[in-house]
Structure formats: structure tokens, C-alpha cells
């Protein structure tokens, strides 16, 4: 499932990442990569804010809809 129906304050781990490959190196770039675990912060009209590794990223809703966890 995407990351998009995580709630805010729940920890899930990326098990595939989708999309076209300049979006998943760019994912993968900013610490999204499989096996990884991630905190949704905060959720505001879809889009994101979550915290991987030691950063906290905001994404859209259509990038977060390429994580799945």
C-alpha cells in the first residue's frame, strides 16, 4: 500500500519504491530506499511530512504515492 494511507505518528518500512527511474534515484538520494524505515510527522490535504533516517522531508501527495510500505 502507499505511504499516503499511513496515519500521522505511525513508523512503516518501504518495501518497494515506483515510478520512473530518475524519481526513484532521486527518492533514493534524499533516503528513501527499501528497508528503510519511516515516521509520517504530519499530514496536511495529502501531502506529506515524514522523517527518514536523521531528515524530515515534506512530499507531495503524488510522490508519496510511489513509496510503498
Do not use: C, W, Y
Not at 531528515?55 to 510500505?69: G, H, N, Q, V
Amino acid at each position: 500500500m502507499p505511504l499516503t494511507i499511513a496515519k500521522a505518528g505511525e513508523t512503516a518500512r518501504i518495501k518497494k519504491i515506483t515510478g520512473k527511474d530518475e524519481v526513484r534515484q532521486h527518492l533514493a538520494e534524499l533516503g528513501f530506499v527499501v528497508n528503510t524505515d519511516v515516521t509520517v510527522i504530519n499530514k496536511i490535504a495529502g501531502n506529506l511530512i515524514v522523517q527518514v533516517k536523521d531528515s524530515r522531508i515534506a512530499l507531495d501527495e503524488s510522490m508519496a504515492m510511489r513509496i510503498m510500505i
